[in-house]
């Protein structure tokens, strides 16, 4: 596509111009011209002043003393990435707590969305710009917890350049820019019919792709006054599934990871259903799992048990549920399981690397001048993302998840099917097992799920609902804007902008196949629902047992914003400038809860879907300006500040200082000091509580009586869920930061630049939410004394399960419930590299481009003091889903070209990490795992670590093209071109210990996918 910027303005086409338009702002960017070269004007023009990400000055000189990163689209489209969010996610500075396509995958808080984390420190410090202007938040918040705006609602086709500020900027822009600022900046003017098509697909035949993108502009911005186009773009990328990858990450058995010495690791009890461990131990969890598509039965009298075993409830056995038949030696049976018993492993049947996504979008822009000396732009954009999430089967059996009811979760442990039922059975949960009445001989019939009715016998169940729980995401995102730039005055020396923009998010979540546990209890009392046979289910007992919940979400918003730029006076180095605005925003998001609180009826409600919800709107009144002065020829200094008043109470004042020195013409030296916030989210002041689930794991030899207290199964000792639940505070107090960067640009002509910039961001009042000597307090109380409140003020930690073999003991802890608060400080500091070179020999054109970012600290000091240090470990746990935080991270791209024909090759890079959870009580370099933790796994029966730190993950890419003629373009794209694996990672969220796939999804996207083909044309006219 060809992109034009305009000469001096002319008159009379603005109607014309906004015919195909409708309302709403431009932006304080939009003018910005791509770094990357471009071809001479056919009309000698003197540059046109522009504005620069992170700040509201116009200027000629695109190097501003604080570090903004150019990605122009086409470029990244060089290099094989197709959308805005796969070309940030590759991005050297986004850290820890990114969220990408690998997240999207079963209990995700944030399904279907993408953002970056600039820094490290989370979705919500990095501020999302669409063409300078907010954009409305995604309704759901990441981890219940932080607002953000979603890469996946940018229309890519339209797409001219990004540009990211790696540095703090609520001098400009208010709340949320703490880490910096990403500034996605659309096409001005587009000519001519131009269609990209593409397909692809992995070399293991899945994952299969197809992306359409197709615009036509008319007008000359240049020539004629006005210029406008409309776009449309597809894309659609088929699910893979882990199946069908490599062991260790395609299977939940984790039997088959072993050391040297033939130790393995134990098998995990959310994993392989009936799994051996290497110690010939069967996988048992805190409800007696394993469980399988197939029912378990026991007979009992009343509520105790006969003293059987429990055995298949289906007489045609494994084979009937295309299961595999496993034989237990008595010690595996535990006494508890016949010998006989069905092998199901649900990661390879059922769940999934990357989930099946659709996209579409329209666009709608126009451009005119408007008299001599003005110029007005409006456009009009619409995406639609689906998004399709699987996940395993749900036990009958379960808890539900936690709401603003303190009563809340409630579990379900023992599924008691009776002698007798008819159709007025009624099952009443009572503690944690159902009760069957109002059946008998009189007036019922024998239970025909029950193989010991006829001895007089009920009997328990236990088992997995036959379909996979799945959640469908529709999102629609409308947005609009409307811009008027000019100037006025003698020797135009007022330059004046006015932005209006408005976006609107449509959330529509389709949750299928989560089981509602007193609907359970109902069919099971009066017969109506086949457990022997399940898929001889109708279609209307399943809908009662697990009635499909649709929950609607949006959020808006909806913005006002005025500049004016005047030239001030001559100072040796240049004018004098001074800018100053004011902007009015309302944003709101209404995301009601999918499974509200029922204190009435709490069992009603379902399983695995959570309870958090977050309604609320707030006005935000800002004035703001920027002062430049270049005193001498080669320094600059410049200052800005922006005041925010929040209609929900909060207020503040963000200033920021920055100078830029260049003593000669190639060499120059730069940098800011500044101030930030950020304000409570939704979710944090005014939600409902929040789960998360971690891998947990209770260290014997530190609480050897609770252990002791449980012999002959691994329910004290092996890996069991704690629930972290969330409350909302409305006191909390914003987050507030200092920020400094310090750097040097070295550029002695346009064929070479080389960037070095150190950064160093405190945050103070960190809203979080528990610390790791609070959460191992309060653990420690209640295994040591059975202690649930008290040991550390305003924690609960809730008892769970009792164990089947042992039900007088002890249970383990189930949840452990807080509020959010204000408690500590966070550091982050490190040194990011930028290296750019273009030159030629022998009629060979070679470009080199490389972006890299090192981590030197992130650390978090507690309320009480206590230091803990992330970098190169795989926390921070709590703000980042133990993802990790790398300390090298790069992307090197190097392109040769001849004629009409181009290749370009690139590496990313992330540096391993320790697996050290440090958040949550492990100590960094020490390989040993916390009291309550499982940073560092053992293997079953030893002290030898599964693996103490991650390795590094990279990856190469390698991108063609021939230009056939001046309107037709053949590309060719092989992603991961050396099928580079996973790294292995037991630890991560991702890994084995969540249950998942071995792997993290926050760096190793490319490399489970393995290597990929794409193929594509585009036609230009």
Known sequence: MQVFHSKPLKAGVAPLALAATLWAGGALAQDAGPVKERPPSAETQAPQPIVVTGSILRRLDLE???????????????????????????????????????????????????????????????????????????????????????????????????????????????????????????????????????SGISSRNDGAEKAVDFTAGFGDLREKGYNIYVAATYRKKDAIMAGNRDYPFNSGDTSGICDSAGHCLAQNAGGLQFGVSSNNQLNVGTTLAPLTAIALVNPVTGAVLRGGTYSLVNPGGCAAFGLPTVTLTPQQTLGSFNTTQCQQDLRKQY??????????????????????????????????????????????????????????PRALSFL???AYVCAGGVGTIK???????????ANGTLNPNNPYAAGGYSAILRGLYDRPVQTTVNTGELRGALSLHGTFGSDNAWDYQLDLTGSHIHMGLLYQNYLIPQRIADVAANGSYNFVSPWLNSDAVRDYIAPQRYNVSTSDLYQAQGTLQRKLFALPGGMAQLAAGASWRHEAINDPSANPANPTNPYSRYYGISAVSAVGSRDVASGFFALSLPLVKGLELGASGRYDSYSSGQSNFSPKVEAKYAPIHALAFRGTWSKGFRVPSFNEAGGNPATSIVASVVNCATYAAFCASHPGSSYATGVFGLARTQYANPNLAPEHSTSWTL???????RHFSLTLDYYKISVKDVIGGISAAAQTAALDAYLRNGTTTGAVPGVTVVPGVADPLNPTARPLPSAIQFQFANQGRQVVEGIDLGARARFAAGGVNFATDFDGSYLIRYELTTSTGAIQRYDGT????????????????????????????????????????????VDYGDVAGTCTPGSTTTGILYYAGTTTPVACRAKATWNLDLASQVKVNRNFTLYAHILNVLDIKPVFDPSSAGGVAAGAGNYNPAWDMANIIGRYFRVGAKLDF
């Open 743 to 749: 750097g040097t640009v070295f550029q002695p002509d």
């Open 351 to 408: 769940r999934t690397v990357r989930p099946q996504t659709e996209r579409y979008g329209f666009v709608t822009h126009g451009v005119a001048e408007v008299g001599d000396r003005a110029e007005l732009t409006a456009d009009v954009e619409y995406t639609h993302d689906q998004t399709f999430i699987q996940g395993s089967p749900q036990a009958y059996q379960g808890a539900t998840s936690a709401s603003s009811d303190p009563g809340d």
């Open 416 to 418: 008691t099917l009776p």
């Open 431 to 441: 503690g944690q097992g159902v009760v069957s009445t109002g059946c008998s001989a």
């Open 874 to 917: 795989l926390s921070p746990c709590d703000y980042a889903s133990c993802s990790g935080s790398p300390k090298w991270r790069f992307t090197w791209a190097n392109t040769v070209s001849r004629g009409k024909v181009s290749l370009t090759a690139t590496t990313y890079f992330t540096s391993g990490y320790d697996l050290a959870e």
């Open 64 to 198: 501003t003393p604080a570090p903004v990163t150019t990605l122009p689209f086409a470029e990244l489209q060089d290099r094989g990435v197709n959308t805005v969010a796969q070309g940030l996610q590759s991005l050297a500075a986004n850290g820890s707590a990114t969220l990408n396509e690998g997240w999207n995958n079963g209990g995700s808080a944030t399904p279907g969305a993408n953002a970056i984390s600039l820094r490290g420190l989370t979705v919500q410090d990095t501020l999302t710009l669409f063409n300078g202007l907010r954009m409305a938040f995604y309704p759901k918040a990441d981890d219940a917890h932080r607002n953000f705006v979603d890469l996946g609602t940018i229309p890519d086709v339209v797409v001219d350049r990004v540009e990211v500020l790696k540095d703090s900027a609520s001098s400009t822009y208010g709340s949320d820019a703490v880490a910096g600022v990403v500034n996605i900046i659309m096409k001005k003017e587009v000519k001519g019919l131009h269609l990209d098509v593409s």
